[in-house]
C-alpha cells in the first residue's frame, strides 16, 4: 500500500509579516528553521521514514525537506513543478489582512484565514485538485507502495488532500487549518476527517 504523507514548509518571511506569498520565494525565518527541525525529530521518534521525498521548487518547501531528509537520513529530495504553491495572480505580495476589502465576496471566511476564490490571474481551486490529481497519478506509476513524503504550501496541500480522497475542494479548505510544519496523511486505511494528524501546538510539548 502506497501512504504519503505532506507537510507544509516552516514559517518563512512573508508568513511572519502576513503577506501572500504564492510564487514569491523568500526565505525561511529561525522558526522556521525550528520548526522544521522539531517536525523531523517527532517524525524520527516515530519510526516514521520515507522511500523518497518530493518537494515544491520554491525554497521555503526545499529547505524544508532538506531538514527532514537530514536528520532521517534520507536521500536529497527530488523537486517536483506539481508541488508548487498555488498561484495568488494579482494577490501574490498583497497583505493576508487585505483579502477580504480586496476580494470580496469572493472570499471564504474560516475560523483561521480567509481564502480568495477568484482574483485575476490567479489559479482557481478546482485547477489545483486537477494538478493534485495529476501528481498523484505521475506518483503512483513511480511507486507502488511504501511511504512517500510531499513538501508543499497550505493550498496545494490541501487540494492534493482533495484529490485524493475525492472530497469537494470547499470541504478540503472547511475541514481545518493547515499550518507551517504541519502533516496530513493520504491513506486508504485513513478517513478524511482524521487526515490532519499532526499541528504544531502537538510539536511544542
Not at 474560516?110 to 482557481?124: D, K, L, R, S
Request: charge should be negative; proline fraction near 4%; aromatic fraction near 8%.
Amino acid at each position: 500500500m502506497l501512504t504519503i504523507y505532506i507537510v507544509r514548509h516552516g514559517q518563512n518571511e512573508d508568513n511572519a509579516n502576513g503577506i501572500l506569498n504564492g510564487h514569491r520565494d523568500l526565505s525561511l525565518t529561525p522558526l522556521g528553521i525550528a520548526q522544521a527541525k522539531n517536525l523531523a525529530i517527532h517524525l524520527r521518534n516515530l519510526g516514521l521514514t520515507f522511500d523518497k521525498v518530493y518537494t515544491s521548487p520554491l525554497s521555503r518547501a526545499y529547505v524544508t525537506a532538506e531538514i527532514i531528509a537530514d536528520n532521517l537520513g534520507l536521500a536529497t529530495p527530488e523537486k517536483h513543478p506539481d508541488l508548487i504553491e498555488r498561484n495568488f495572480g494579482v494577490m501574490t505580495g498583497e497583505k493576508i489582512a487585505d483579502i477580504e476589502k480586496l476580494c470580496a465576496p469572493n472570499i471564504l471566511k474560516t475560523q483561521v484565514i480567509t481564502y480568495f476564490i477568484t482574483c485575476p490571474g490567479a489559479e482557481t481551486f478546482p485547477e489545483l485538485i486537477l494538478r493534485g490529481k495529476r501528481l498523484l497519478a505521475d506518483i503512483r506509476t513511480k511507486h507502488a507502495n511504501g511511504n512517500i513524503l510531499f513538501v508543499c504550501h497550505g493550498d496545494i496541500g490541501k487540494m492534493i488532500y482533495a484529490a485524493f480522497y475525492g472530497i469537494e475542494w470547499l470541504e478540503a479548505l472547511k475541514n481545518f487549518h493547515f499550518g507551517n510544519s504541519e502533516v496530513i496523511l493520504l491513506s486508504e486505511m485513513c478517513k478524511p476527517e482524521d487526515a490532519h494528524f499532526y499541528k504544531q501546538e502537538q510539536f511544542n510539548h
